[in-house]
């Protein structure tokens, strides 16, 4: 796949916002990764919307390209 691959992470996983029968969170929290569109309409601009609608939600959010590490010409860090 040529495209870049976005997702937005959330840190608090939407802990607090929406409450099951019992009233307990039904996520107790934590980071999550929010899945974008992948290929063709894969741009920095769609995740960064993205990104702005789950705010409301859940937060302040970031945005990373993933990099996977089986394709051809993956650099491991070096240390």
């Known amino acids: 796949m040529d495209a870049p691959i976005y997702v937005v992470l959330s840190s608090t996983g939407g802990a607090g916002f929406s409450s099951g029968h019992d009233g307990e969170p039904k996520n107790p929290g934590g980071p999550i990764v ?7 309409g894969s741009t920095i601009d769609k995740a ?10 859940f937060g302040a959010c970031r945005i990373a390209r993933l990099v996977f590490e089986d394709e051809p010409g993956f650099e491991p860090p070096t240390t």
């Open 34 to 40: 929010h899945e974008t569109d992948v290929g063709a």
């Open 48 to 57: 960064r919307e993205r990104a702005a609608m789950l705010e409301r939600r």
